[in-house]
């Protein structure tokens, strides 16, 4: 990533792994990620927001060098992940004077994760102030975004505020701030699908506060950053409402084309009805559509066969990557086909854990292939997706 200076004073540093292909070895990216750092010169004081991930050691090193930088006073950190403390060891001994300036979680965490000692830190808690001179950081506790640990850190006199995975985007086609090219809606909403819909519910307090601060640009730790704060935050806004998409997500996967018969039938009849039918096949998964489907659809379909007395396999991943994200559903819906006998609702429904509230439509599980009585059957389905899809209109 190129150092530039984004206000006076105030550097991106860090880089982009454009070659990386996946996060947390489950989702799949698009163009890599980036691991934003920021370097701020105070006329007293150097601090460093962040650092980058492990295998980047050398590139946040050259940076600081080709910077003149001969000393760092804190090392600011707002979340303990290894995407962002990875190379901090060796900055530490690269600037032995450097203090870690971070909260009492974070620094439980990063001291279970590196090697560092308790007299390296400098905890701060929620509201106080740390000067650079002519420059103040100021440090906001904002847990489960999306670990326990994670804080923004609000740069005063230039009105910038850093939110570490908040806000962020697994983007590196970007220069430094976001052009309003909108390919980059589909990454963030991705990126909120992925990494913080399971703590949603916190989301509009934090929101509400950062429109009160009222920041001028709003600085990830992942992807461009937004001179335009209303941009993203509108974004989130829709993406945690009440309000769904005329949508529906079926994940499904069929072995003998019964259960296939059934999928195509339903989607047909709800596509007449104007529903739109996202289908995912449950043998070629991409996580990271799944994901984004289910952040704004008004329900989930699971259609299998029965394999022994439970469902198939390969509808278990994306159904426990659902439980795991914990999108705000309407409703579930299951369809299948048995040969003797089956136990699919009764499995389902148990490893559902987080969605126990959400209600699911009259199961359709047939013995064999559907016949006319099965067909009426997934009408009456069709019929109550239908009923919940008017429910919000
Ligand atoms: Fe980008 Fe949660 O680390």
Known sequence: MDIKEIIQNVYTVGVKDIHRSLFDQIMPLSEGTSYNSYLIKGNEKIA???????????????????????????????HGEPDHTGALPTLLQKYPMAKIVTNAKCKEIT???????????????????????????EFHLMPWVHWPDTMFTYLKEDQLLFTTDFLGAHATKFDVFWDHDPRIIPLLKSYYAEIMMPFAGIFKKYLTWIEELNPKMIAPSHGPIYREPSFVLDLYKKWISEEKQNKVV?????????????????SHQLKEK??????????????????????????????????????????????FLVNMLKPNLRYFGL????????????????????????PFLTPVLIKGGPKEDDFRMLDTLVTHIVQKHHEQA
């Not at 650092?51 to 006073?73: C, K, N, R, S």
């Not at 560092?116 to 002519?134: A, I, M, N, P, R």
């Not at 079926?250 to 339903?266: A, C, E, F, P, R």
């Not at 449950?282 to 989930?300: K, N, P, T, W």
């Open 48 to 78: 460093l927001i962040d650092t980058v991930y492990a295998p980047f050691e050398p590139d946040i090193e050259y940076q600081l060098e080709e910077m003149g930088i001969t000393h760092i006073d804190y090392i600011v950190l707002d």
């Open 111 to 137: 001291m279970a994760l590196l090697d560092l000692k308790d007299t390296d830190y400098l905890v701060v808690g929620e509201g106080q102030t740390l000067s650079l001179g002519d420059k103040t950081l």
């Open 335 to 358: 369809m299948g086909s048995y040969g003797w006998g089956t136990k699919i609702m009764e499995q389902i429904t148990t490893m559902l854990t987080n969605m126990k509230q959400i």
């Open 274 to 319: 104007g529903i739109e039918v996202k289908y995912h096949n449950a043998i070629r998964l991409d996580a990271c559509d799944l994901a984004c489907d289910i952040v704004d659809c008004m329900g989930v379909i699971i259609a299998t066969p029965t394999v022994v007395f439970g469902p198939h396999p390969a509808v278990m991943a994306p159904l």
């Open 250 to 266: 079926i994940v499904g996967v069929s072995m003998y084309g019964n259960t296939q018969k059934m999928i195509d039938y339903v």
